[in-house]
């Protein structure tokens, strides 16, 4: 059924395992995603960020936040598993009021490139409105590497575990991510891909909150390979290895932003299908094939963080 990112996440807080937040943009991915929550019997976290919500609607935020809501809301009460609507990076207090009003359960507020007070401020207001509707709020602190959307962040500021139980207390906000080392795309580390064990761990012990991990694309091989051999160009990929991300669970993740995998899976096998089927013209057959392989990476997914089963 259609269910509130606030109740699967507390149950993920208190069991200790994680629960993907898989980004959609259209109707293929929320199929894929809510697909593989029923073979694994699995919570599932769809979020859409402020791009989305205007791709769907064609350049109108609201339009588009009542398209997606209404489309996963009719397939989450189709199924027994819990799926959940989340806004992901809301910048834009239109933005958040219209997904609040497009019925999503869980809104991101990001001023994480603001100065705390600033930060605080902010998500205070919106915890304020978002809270009155029933709808949880989940905030950003400290600044991942890389591109967020159109804020370039030259560089990481990882959070400072004292300023994150000053803002939760500050904000009453329901999820928070703390910035410990990933950023977003394909491309996330140079060297050895490391994130802050010990910092997850402050942040976890100080806030008590569950916590959200973005920029955990694991930018799988099989998947860029696949993807390569039918003529992409990914080199340079790199994402966050399983292991690590066992560990940032472990340590009191919960929320695990998977958009790029998503993304990789579905370019696979459209080039894979287009390659194979010269003759093939009709959309459902090439986006079946791309829609089921990203069906297999969210599966992965769930099994690796520990959500399979626990719907
Ligand atoms: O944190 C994430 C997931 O990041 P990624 O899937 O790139 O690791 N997101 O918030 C998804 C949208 C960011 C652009 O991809
Ligand atoms: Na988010
Ligand atoms: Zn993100």
Redesign the pocket.
């Known amino acids: 059924p259609y269910a509130k990112t606030k109740d699967i996440l507390s149950k993920a807080h208190n069991e200790g395992y994680g629960v993907g ?1 898989f ?1 959609v943009n259209d109707l293929e991915f929320i199929q894929a995603i809510v697909k593989a929550a029923v073979m694994e019997n699995s919570p599932a976290i769809i ?1 859409a ?1 402020e791009g989305a919500l205007k791709y769907a609607g064609d350049g109108d935020v609201e339009k588009g936040a009542f398209i997606l809501a209404d489309m996963v809301r009719r397939y989450a009460d189709a199924v027994s598993v819990p799926i959940s609507l989340h806004l ?2 809301g910048h834009d207090l239109k933005h958040i009021m219209a997904a609040i009003k497009a019925g999503f359960t869980s809104v ?1 507020i990001d001023a994480s490139d603001k100065p705390l007070e600033e930060n605080i401020r902010i998500t205070r207001q919106i915890v304020e409105v978002a809270h009155a509707a029933g709808v949880a709020v989940e905030a950003e602190l400290g600044r ?1 590497m890389g591109i ?2 159109n804020v370039a962040s030259a560089e990481s500021v990882l959070v400072d575990p004292d300023e994150a139980k000053r803002f939760v207390t500050e904000t009453q906000v329901d999820f928070l991510a703390p910035a410990v080392g ?5 491309f ?1 580390f140079k060297g050895e891909a490391k994130i802050d064990y010990e910092r997850i761990s402050k942040v976890k012990e100080l806030t008590q909150l569950p916590l959200v ?5 694991g ?1 799988p091989a099989q998947w860029v390979e696949l993807a390569e051999k039918y003529g992409a160009d990914l080199s340079g990929a790199k ?2 290895p399983d292991e690590v991300l066992q560990e940032a669970v472990k340590r009191g993740i919960n929320k695990v ?7 990789i899976a579905f370019l696979a096998g459209l080039r894979k299908h287009l390659a194979e089927n010269p003759k093939e013209f009709d959309p459902r057959k090439y986006f079946g094939e791309a829609k089921d392989f990203v069906t297999e990476v969210v599966r992965d997914r769930m099994k690796m963080l520990g959500s399979s089963g626990k719907a």
């Open positions: 937040a980004n979020e960020s992901d990076h991101m991942l967020e959307d990933t950023s977003h795309g394909a996330k991990l973005h920029g955990a694309s930018v994402g966050v932003n998977t958009d790029t995998d998503l993304r």
